[in-house]
């Protein structure tokens, strides 16, 4: 299928990936804050978003690296040999799985909000479960009331309760097979620091200091494991610091790209 993205500015081509279970609209801030520096590609990932439609997944199974054969066909699209790849959450997830095939392709990376790690078995039932819950009811009415909660910080509502709907009305709005296909190959992605101790470029990882859903301890482990990697807790955020906090996010970014010619 052909997928959908949005493209502005100019600079060092930046490919940046959303998270589960929302579309390109969430770096919305991004175009805006990094459009001066970099060529800034938005992408809808398969199912999500303008990427969406009834034959979506058709004659694939859930699997992360269909979603990265996508980007490899977009950049061919675009003429692009190698970018600065970003992703948050399930961006990240995506970006690693892209890696494992095309890392000659990747000039830089960035992980937000994200981990190397496998899930464990009990996480693992659990978007399965969630997975064939939406799929039954045919909507996703319960990613607002048990994922909603754990995205935006304490501290990001209080400062904007705005953001907090938002957020409620996008996963309300994401596609119930979308959503499913995307949770069933999350849960059976394999671990990927092998992916990281490989790479020989520079590695930018945002974390948020009140992140439910991503401990601190995942995204020390990924500065870790890469060789060249680089480290940005960015305070009071939570799960979505593109979204929570996008100047910190654009700064942090916007620095990492200093070093892209």
Do not use: C
Not at 208 to 235: I, Y
């Amino acid at each position: 299928m052909e997928i959908a993205y949005i493209r502005v500015g100019s600079g060092v081509p930046l490919v940046l990936l959303h998270a589960f279970p929302f579309s390109s609209e969430m770096w919305a801030a991004q175009r805006g804050g990094l459009s001066r520096e970099a060529d800034v590609i938005t992408v809808d990932q398969r199912g999500f978003g303008d990427s969406a439609g009834p034959d979506a997944f058709a004659g694939t199974s859930p699997d992360l690296n269909v979603v990265a054969g996508d980007l490899a066909e977009l950049l061919d699209r675009l003429a692009l040999r190698d970018v600065v790849l970003g992703g948050l959450s399930m961006g990240g997830y995506v970006a690693m799985a892209f890696l494992r095939r095309h890392a000659e392709r990747v000039r830089g990376l960035i992980l937000a909000n994200t981990k190397a790690s496998a899930d464990s078995p009990d996480a693992a039932a659990n978007r399965l479960r969630i997975a064939d819950a939406v799929e039954q009811a045919g909507h996703a009415e319960l990613l607002a009331a048990e994922l909603g909660p754990k995205l935006v910080s304490a501290e990001s509502k209080r400062r904007d309760p705005e953001l907090m709907h938002r957020v409620e009305s996008m996963l309300r709005a994401a596609p119930p097979d979308a959503v499913a296909w995307a949770q069933r190959a999350m849960a059976a992605r394999p671990d990927s620091f092998d992916v990281l101790r490989a790479l020989e470029i520079p590695v930018l990882v945002v974390a948020g200091e009140q992140d439910a859903l991503m401990p601190g301890a995942e995204a020390g482990a990924m500065v870790s494991a890469a060789r060249t990697g680089e480290l940005v807790v960015v305070p009071e955020a939570g799960h979505l610091t593109a979204l929570e906090t996008p100047r910190e996010f654009n700064t942090a970014v916007s620095g990492f790209l200093k070093q892209f010619p």
